[in-house]
């Protein structure tokens, strides 16, 4: 079963992180698992296959909608969440939140949890593993967006590449990008079932995350379906459907 952590906190003062907040997200993790099980804590740092969690990175709350912290954050109520894909990971973090634990410990600063909030997702859609078990055949489902099923536009226009050090003093760094893409379906090629699949893996990645720094809060995306003009060649193809990331 995949479960979602969530953890609000009131921040009285401006905090500056190391790095991007999503590395020390990642390090209360660690702390939260070894308080209750060191065993379990070293496996998973140690761990050399997929690993079976994720993180967000630091969120500040807005009346418009929450804000990515990136390396500080700003008095308010902000929040991140732990998504595990196993129920091991999830019960060592409840074990901890029931023996007390009250508070998100940041960079060398406590603050007073104000909510914990819990979600499971529907258990039907994880496998034994951890991953998401409606999957496509893969083989036929990579032909159809090879084929074009799946249309990409605003890269590398809409999009800038960062390059993001773990520790400011080490040259251990990766690189990720920001911006938006668009993605929508052809009509020449449309598939109901393969759209079904590629709009469930989207919403799914949505929880989770992407990419190799998905447990230190990156990979993290946003989708927004809305109806946009078409282009030229679009409405040659008859094109209906957007998606924006």
């Known amino acids: 079963m995949l479960h979602v952590i969530n953890f609000e906190f009131a921040v009285p003062s401006s905090l500056k992180f190391q790095s991007f907040s999503g590395f020390e997200v990642r390090g209360f993790f660690y702390h939260v698992v070894s308080s209750v099980d060191e065993t379990l804590a070293s496996s ?100 159809w967006v090879e084929a074009g099923g799946v249309l990409l536009s605003g890269f590398p226009a809409g999009i800038f590449t960062k390059r993001i050090y773990e520790h400011p003093m080490t040259n251990k760094w990766a690189v990720g990008f920001v911006g938006n893409v668009n993605f929508s379906f052809s009509k020449k090629l449309s598939n109901d079932k393969m759209i079904e699949a590629a709009s469930t893996l989207l919403r799914f990645g949505e929880i989770v995350g992407v990419g190799a720094g998905r447990t230190s809060g990156m990979g993290r995306y946003r989708i927004a379906a809305k109806q946009a003009e078409s282009t030229e060649d679009e409405q040659e193809e008859g094109q209906e459907r957007k998606m924006y990331l």
Do not use: N
Not at 44 to 62: E, I, N, Y
Not at 84 to 110: H, I, N, P, Y
Not at 121 to 132: K, N, Q, S, T, Y
């Open 44 to 143: 998973l740092h140690a761990g050399k296959a997929l690993s079976p969690f994720a993180v967000t990175p630091v969120m500040l709350k807005r009346d418009g909608g929450d804000i990515v912290c990136y390396d500080h954050v700003s008095p308010g109520l902000a929040s991140f969440s732990f998504i595990l894909f196993r129920d091991d990971e999830a019960r060592v973090v409840e074990d901890a939140l029931r023996q007390g634990m009250s508070t998100v410990k940041l960079v060398d600063s406590e603050f007073p949890l104000t909510t914990v909030r819990l979600t499971q997702v529907d258990p039907a859609l994880i496998d034994r593993e951890g991953l998401p078990s409606f999957a496509p055949d893969l083989e036929g489902f990579m032909s």
